[in-house]
């Protein structure tokens, strides 16, 4: 029995350390090596880092193998890692099957792009590894399929980066909501962001480039193929990227320095724009105050502004997306719409609450706010209000970690980031089809529509297709 079975299948290393092999001897200062969780991280970009640093924090795991297409990111992340351990142990890894292949691993930490998320998913759980991996689950909902059945098949643990869960406002929020404080909910509006973001900073240096063109263009969303403007952004991949496995799945393209690293996110080859960046942290919180999260919505009709398909950055700009869900509850969620305000906001027969990551209200900071002042008090409910008890997380990273041993679920395990981002994926199918979806939450298939079916899922380009 090999060290990842005996953690899986007994789930006991820590509560029966006795019976563990007698040369697993310690430092002393952390706990010995066989109770700890050896974990390999693939991804080391914005979100990995800070998964890692999490990770690394936590004294019974062990990160011992790093995974990137990057070079200079592989190296960033490897030295990191062994910087903190004060040795060079950190094992690195190009290819991420050769890393999972590993017997000494127990989880892995991922966070690629989303068009990568199924591949990688499905890769590790077949190889028995406990995951957490990043939201949203997949880049298309029948790739969101593939990973809960390999998660459930293989019966691996599953903690999705949805860490807004983990935080106290968020959890007060949604215990508000379900202990019927504020009567029967009618509506719910989820505010997310518009437009498009340079996270990587890489839009100046192209924009610059081109104020010295006629068009003049200054905004990527406008630079099409077959301009003097494309011509100039498209250049040789640098050399420490392996562009071909970098685009992976996804249709070859030329390589776009301001639509890779981070940026993959404004195109749909690769990401789902900011709707589908941030469904998996509001549209989850509004899930978990409704109860709803193994529910969906039935209708889903919204409408959007987009730049041209084929452009540099193409995901939508601008959206409002109206969704019928059960109990004749409505909910709104938009971008770049004045009236609905950014984060969650729930609203009943007896009042309304609304929670955010940034202050709402400057009395109350956590980005918390309600029609009742007694509620923005503290950060818990008082204990007599509090008739609905959310699942409390010691943190989202030590959640995964305890649950890694007790082998009970996490605060947000894989169904529930499957219905989470779901709402996202049929919002964005109505927004490209212009017309209302219907869907049908049990058999999870769009009713009627054989054109909207099938964008719940992308042909991958060879030689890349689904374990
Ligand atoms: N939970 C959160 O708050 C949060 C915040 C940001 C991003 N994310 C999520 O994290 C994921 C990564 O996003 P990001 O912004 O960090 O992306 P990023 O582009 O900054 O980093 C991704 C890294 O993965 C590497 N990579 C890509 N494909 C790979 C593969 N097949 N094998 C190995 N390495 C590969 C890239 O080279 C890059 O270094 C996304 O799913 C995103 O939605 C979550």
């Not at 290819?95 to 017997?103: G, K, L, N, S, W």
């Not at 959890?171 to 518009?194: D, N």
Request: proline content about 6%; glycine content about 8%; some cysteine.
């Amino acid at each position: 029995m090999n060290r990842r079975h005996f953690l899986t299948t007994t789930g006991a290393a820590l509560v029966l350390p006795l019976i563990l092999p007698g040369c697993a001897t310690g430092t002393g200062r952390r706990p010995r090596p066989s109770n700890r969780i050896n974990l390999g991280i693939v991804g080391w970009g914005m979100q990995g880092p800070h998964n890692t640093r999490s990770f690394l924090a936590e004294k019974d795991c062990q990160v011992i193998a790093a995974c990137d297409l990057n070079q200079v990111n592989l190296q960033k992340a490897v030295d990191t890692i062994n910087q903190h351990y004060d040795n060079k142990d950190c094992a690195a890894y190009h290819d991420y099957r050769e890393m999972m292949a590993r017997e000494d691993l127990d989880a892995v930490m991922l966070a690629v792009p989303d068009h990568w998320h199924e591949l990688v998913a499905t890769e590790a759980a077949r190889r028995g590894l406990d995951i957490y991996g990043e939201k949203p689950l997949a880049k298309t909902i029948a790739e969101q399929q593939s990973i809960v059945r390999a998660v459930q098949k293989n019966k691996i643990i599953w903690q999705t980066g949805s860490w807004q869960r983990s935080q106290a406002q968020f959890r007060k929020a949604a215990e508000i909501v379900r202990s019927g404080l504020i009567g029967k909910v009618t509506r719910v509006e989820v505010g997310l962001p518009s437009g498009h973001k340079d996270f990587a900073h890489t839009a100046p240096e192209l924009i610059a480039k081109l104020a010295e063109l006629p068009g003049k263009i200054d905004d990527l969303s406008k630079v099409v193929p077959g301009t003097p403007e494309w011509d100039l952004a498209v250049t040789a991949p640098p050399a420490e990227l392996d562009y071909n496995t970098w685009i992976g799945p996804s249709q070859m393209e030329p390589y776009i320095r301001q639509r890779v690293f981070m940026n993959w996110r404004w195109n749909y080859n690769t990401g789902g724009g900011q709707l589908l960046d941030w469904v998996g942290h509001h549209v989850d919180i509004a899930h978990w105050g409704l109860g709803f999260d193994h529910s969906g919505p039935s209708e889903i009709e919204g409408h959007g502004e987009f730049p041209a398909p084929n452009a540099l950055w193409n995901t939508c700009t601008r959206y409002r997306i109206e969704l019928k869900y059960p109990q004749d509850i409505t909910m709104i969620i938009a971008g770049g719409h004045d009236d609905i305000q950014g984060g969650t906001k729930w609203i009943g027969t007896d009042g309304w609450v609304l929670v955010n990551r940034s202050e709402v209200d400057k009395a109350n900071p956590g980005g918390f706010d309600a029609s009742n002042p007694a509620w923005k008090k503290g950060k818990s409910l008082p204990e007599a209000l509090r008739t609905t008890k959310l699942y409390k997380s010691p943190g989202h990273w030590r959640n995964f970690l305890d649950c890694v041993k007790s082998r009970q679920p996490t605060l947000a395990p894989v169904e529930t980031a499957h219905h989470s981002a779901i709402p996202g994926h049929l919002g964005l199918i109505s927004l490209l089809t212009g017309r209302k979806i219907r869907w049908d939450t049990a058999s999870e298939m769009i009713l009627d529509d054989t054109e909207a079916s099938r964008l719940m899922t992308r042909e991958y380009r060879a030689p890349w297709r689904t374990v």
